[in-house]
C-alpha cells in the first residue's frame, strides 16, 4: 500500500513538473506581433502551439528545442510564435478577425498539443507538424519550407526524397 502510495506521488509531481512554456531562450512572440513583425521582415512564421502542463511540449523543449544548431537555424529563418491553446488572449487573424488564442486551434487544425505551423508572412498555412519532433525532423522541415519544396511537393514526397 505504501509503494502504491509512493507511485502515485512520484507519478504527480511528475507531471506537475511539465510546465511547456515556449522553449527558454527563443525569441518567442505573440501571434498579433509575430505577424506584424513578418510582414515588416518578409520572414516566414514558425508557430509552436503548445499549453501549460504538456508533457510532450516539455519533453520536445527539453530534448530538441535545447540544440544551439537549430536555434540558431530557426531564429535567422523564421519569426518565432508561441500560442499557448489554452489561453484567453484576444489576437487578429491575418483576415482581420478577431479571436482568442483558444479559438486559433481549429483554423489552423490544432486539436492536441504540440502542433507547429509554418506560415507565408502573409499568414497563408504553409504546412502543420503535429506531436513530437526531434531536431533533425526539424531541419527537414526548415528545409521543405526555406528551399520552396512546399510549392511543387506534399512534406511526405519531399521527405522520402531527401532520405
Known sequence: MIRILGLILLTMCMCST???DAPPG???????KGLSEAKAQNKKVFVYFGRFGCAYCDI???????DPDLKALYIKNYVLVYVDAESGKRLRLPSGERITEADLGP??????????VYLEPDGKVIGSIPG???VQNFKD????VMEGHYKTQSLLEFLK???
Not at 60 to 66: A, D, S
Not at 107 to 116: L, N
Request: charged fraction near 15%.
Open 161 to 163: 526524397g531527401a532520405k
Open 132 to 134: 513530437m519532433q526531434t
Open 26 to 32: 527563443y525569441p518567442f512572440v505573440s501571434f498579433d
Open 18 to 20: 511539465a510546465q511547456a
Open 60 to 66: 520536445v523543449n527539453k530534448t530538441t528545442f535545447i
Open 107 to 116: 483554423h489552423y487544425k490544432v486539436f492536441g498539443t504540440p502542433v507547429f
Open 141 to 144: 522541415y526548415d528545409r521543405y
